[in-house]
């Protein structure tokens, strides 16, 4: 469980919040890792780094995009990246260790973002736009098998997951002003 050690100190400024108005973009690993998004929504080739406690850049990961929401896995070996385009957008992940980024997600017109880990790394949800209807889909954080769809909404209007509970495995999906558990 993370804990707080000492006092809090500012990392970094002008925080991605365009995507989702009150939303920001960033993670936090259970081993303590903080990953976080800089800029808004029009920003074009965006680096994801490595930075240290004093908000010191140590490393450069990924290619630059225009990434619009970041999720670091459980053990904070790979990311899970929003690759924003003009009409829409894909999740890609990137294994840290081999400095390797694929494509998670196949077609940017569905507007696939907002990934979210499993506990224990071995999948993602994430929202997507078909058909005109936004949904909630599981998939194989290792990128095989199918995408499950574990929700869909009637209407046009967004809906995204934000968070994994651990222990009951429950999907958060924040829904016209109160929560909603989904059983992943």
Do not use: C
Request: hydrophobic share 40%; glycine share 12%; aromatic share 8%.
């Amino acid at each position: 469980a993370l804990t707080v050690g000492t006092l809090p100190w500012p990392v970094a400024g002008g925080m991605e919040s365009a995507v989702l108005p009150g939303f920001v973009g960033f993670a936090v690993s259970e081993t303590g890792i903080l990953s976080y998004g800089l800029g808004t929504a029009s920003s074009t080739g965006l680096r994801m780094v490595w930075v240290d406690r004093r908000g010191k850049v140590l490393e450069t990961v990924g290619p630059a995009a225009n990434y619009q929401g970041i999720a670091l896995s459980p053990d904070g070996k790979r990311i899970a990246a929003h690759h924003h385009e003009s009409q829409g957008g894909d999740i890609w992940i990137t294994e840290l260790a081999r400095g390797t980024t694929a494509r998670f997600t196949f077609d940017a017109t569905q507007d696939n973002s907002s990934a979210v880990w499993s506990p224990d790394g071995k999948d993602i949800a994430f929202a997507s736009r078909r058909n005109g209807k936004f949904g909630i889909y599981r998939k194989a954080a290792d990128n095989t098998g199918t995408e499950q769809l574990l929700l869909e909404r009637l209407n046009a209007i967004a809906m995204r997951p934000v968070a994994w509970a651990p222990a009951a495995m429950f999907l958060r999906v924040p829904h016209g002003g109160t929560d909603q558990d989904l059983g992943a």
